[in-house]
């Protein structure tokens, strides 16, 4: 059983930037490949980053290409997120999630946070 709890985000105009982080309960973090969702209001949820049980590989979405960056700390059992160059689009609640593979179906995660809401004002 892993547990994630997501933390970091909030109000951020235009052009900003953002960390988030997730932290994981449970001794088996660095056997799980890990990624980042996202939904917004009236959308469905999405894919915008995974890294593998490594970390040597990292996937993201188109829309959040170049400006993201997820990275993860097996020592600290957490998986981070760096936004830059935030848009408006960008504003979502952003989930954590844990899974065997960096993959972008939702479907095949086992384990989710309770996201973090983020906000880009313009």
């Known amino acids: 059983q892993v547990q994630l709890v997501e933390s970091g985000g909030g109000l951020v105009q235009a052009g900003g930037s953002l960390p988030l982080s997730c932290a994981a309960s449970?001794?088996?973090?660095?056997?799980?490949?890990m990624s980042w969702f996202r939904q917004a209001p009236g959308k469905e949820r999405e894919f915008v980053a995974a890294?593998?049980?490594?970390?040597?590989?990292?996937y993201y979405a188109d829309s959040v290409k170049g400006r993201f960056t997820i990275s993860r700390d097996d020592a600290k059992n957490t998986v981070r997120l760096q936004m830059n160059s935030l848009q408006p689009e960008d504003t979502a609640v952003y989930y954590c999630?844990?899974?065997?593979?960096?993959?972008?179906?939702?479907?095949?995660?086992?384990?989710w946070g309770r996201g973090t809401q983020v906000t880009v004002s313009s």
């Open positions: 999630a844990a899974g065997r593979y960096p993959v972008m179906a939702v479907t095949t995660y086992d384990y």
């Open positions: 449970g001794r088996t973090f660095n056997t799980y490949a």
């Open positions: 890294i593998s049980r490594s970390g040597a590989s990292t």
